[in-house]
């Protein structure tokens, strides 16, 4: 009977220290403060009197551990270890770089198609024109397939189809 009343001490004992208070400082008006809970981080480093013996967040500095986050949460981080922020992320850079790239590739060579397209009809357009100018006689095939000559008129109407390609294609 004995031993066993012992032994519920004991068990009362290590289940009262496990409720303990892991962390204790002194706030802002002077009084210690008894918490399962980090202190806030507008609390000094020199205010805090004791922290959790077998907790990760031990080894943290108290601002490592972001507010409105339990301490037992936040994953642990080595001070030296944290990465530096600078604004930016690198490969979202790179990669909205090389995307930029590929855009002005892409417009330089659709330019280039439409420059030489521009090229060619210049120059189809200048051998018609001289041709017309020449006074020979051209040939046409109609919609019924025959073949007629074109008569001043429809030379006329020619001429200025041709110069305006010119114009438009020919800078």
Known sequence: MNLSRVFLFGVACLMSMSAMAQWQWIDKDGRKVFS?????????????????????????????????????????????????????????????KQAED???????????????????????????????????RIARTNDKGEREIMDDTARAAETQRVQSIINSDCN
């Open 36 to 96: 399962d809970r980090p202190p806030p981080t507008d609390i000094p480093e020199k205010n805090v009197l004791k922290r959790p013996a077998r907790s990760p967040v031990a080894a943290l500095p108290v601002a490592a551990v972001a507010p409105g986050t339990d301490a037992g949460t936040a994953a642990p981080k080595a001070e030296g270890m944290a990465p530096k922020l600078s604004g930016k992320d690198k490969e979202l850079e790179e990669k909205k």
């Open 102 to 136: 590929a855009q002005a590739a892409k417009k330089k060579a659709e330019e280039q198609k439409v420059a030489q397209a521009k090229a060619d009809n210049c120059a189809r357009a200048k051998q018609s024109k001289a041709t017309l100018d020449s006074g020979i």
